[in-house]
């Protein structure tokens, strides 16, 4: 019998602005689909009082997410439901200041499934965070 494998993936943008400026448009646990090239959609609400995202992705996959703790610059949640071959994923936003500029952390541990779910998480956390240095270069 084989045992899922615990991953860990983390990625990070510098970026030449205050972490408040840069958290003020990407803090919000529901405002990743107005960054986040491959995400179509994301509805925020409310099951036994936790907050939850539902995600479409432009491929039409849907993810369902819940929020477990936030603060300021930074927020975690784990994946409740979806399609990726991965369990027990628990991932963090996060901005800290650098100097005079910021770095964006984007973080997960999980266990994946199959071989393809680190490539699967690295390629959406890179396409993500390409998407806000694109943004805010301009």
Request: net charge negative; aromatic share 10%; charged share 25%.
């Amino acid at each position: 019998m084989t045992h899922p494998l615990h991953d860990r993936i983390q990625r990070f943008l510098s970026l030449p602005l205050p972490p408040e400026k840069v958290w003020a448009e990407i803090g919000d646990f529901g405002s990743i689909a107005a960054w986040h090239p491959l995400v179509a959609q994301a509805e925020v609400f409310e099951i036994e009082g936790d907050i939850h995202r539902h995600l479409t992705l432009t491929d039409g996959e849907l993810i369902l997410e819940r929020l477990i703790e936030s603060g300021p610059h930074h927020y975690t949640y784990e994946v409740a439901e979806s399609q990726l071959p991965i369990n027990d994923h628990h991932a963090t936003l996060s901005c800290v200041a650098e100097g005079d500029g910021c770095h964006v952390f984007w973080s997960a541990v999980f266990e994946r499934t199959d071989p393809s779910a680190d490539d699967i998480v690295t390629a959406f956390y890179e396409e993500g965070l390409r998407a806000l240095r694109e943004h805010f270069a301009g």
